[in-house]
């Protein structure tokens, strides 16, 4: 069973460009949310999707963007990109039904800004 | 708004001595208690977690927690450490459905010789 997938692993871009980043959730999850983690630092919640649409949101300005498919992978795009959108990108899974469920991460999508 | 203190961003132990590791929480409402656990380049694992019931959680690789509500805590110890414990743990707070996590800022543990 494979867990959570994310693509790409690394990747650099320039500042003022756009990326997306993609995640295919654990099977049988239908929730799909995504963190940034900048160096040093814990991760921070920035949205999450369920049912194609996005249900919360964290304190993140709207160059931050996803989307849901109905096979429940999602993608994340960053538009305008900033040195300081470098980071660790994390996407996590779990089912919507129990709130006590473990939410499984990938291994992250590193994006450098340069 | 929920929060999560973990104090101590470093923290050094002999192989084979005690691990603790502090997490303290703002919560309004019963939280969920997670600890979960960074390898240098990779995501992150699931060590333990509290949701209802027992306040003493067993985890992983040894680690236990004690969720103690009258001092908003839930330290993360292991008897004795190993050098492959040598890593980041992160306390995280999940208050009601959805995914959103709310983490501390992280400990680096360190496993000496």
């Known amino acids: 069973d494979a867990g959570v997938t994310q693509s790409p692993t690394h990747l650099i871009k320039t500042r003022g460009q756009q990326v997306t980043l993609r995640c295919s959730p654990k099977?049988?999850?239908?929730?799909v949310s995504w963190y940034q983690q900048a160096l040093g630092q814990g991760p921070q919640f920035i949205f999450q999707?369920?049912?194609?649409?996005?249900?919360q949101r964290g304190n993140f300005p709207d160059r931050f963007s996803g989307h849901q498919f109905p096979n429940y992978s999602s993608e994340l795009n960053v538009n305008a990109l900033l040195l300081g959108d470098s980071a660790l990108y994390l996407c996590?899974?779990?089912?919507?039904?129990?709130?006590?469920?473990?939410?499984?991460f990938g291994e992250g999508s590193w994006l450098t800004v340069v | 708004a929920q929060s999560v203190t973990q104090l101590g961003s470093h923290v050094s132990v002999s192989e084979g001595a005690l691990v603790l590791l502090r997490c303290n929480y703002s919560?309004?409402?019963?939280?969920?208690l997670f600890w979960y656990v960074q390898y240098p380049n990779q995501g992150l694992q699931l060590l333990l977690k509290?949701?209802?019931?027992?306040?003493l959680v067993k985890g992983i690789n040894g680690f236990e927690a004690e969720f103690k509500k009258s001092e908003t805590s839930f330290h993360l110890t292991k008897p004795s450490a190993h050098m492959s414990d040598a890593a980041e743990y992160f306390c995280?707070?999940?208050?009601?459905?959805?995914?959103?996590?709310?983490f501390g800022t992280g400990t680096q543990l360190k496993v000496e010789l």
């Open positions: 996590a899974s779990s089912p919507r039904t129990a709130s006590g469920n473990t939410i499984y």
């Open positions: 099977s049988g999850h239908d929730t």
């Open positions: 999707y369920y049912e194609e649409e996005e249900r």
């Open positions: 919560s309004s409402v019963p939280p969920y």
């Open positions: 509290y949701t209802t019931g027992a306040t």
């Open positions: 995280a707070l999940r208050e009601g459905g959805g995914n959103k996590l709310t």
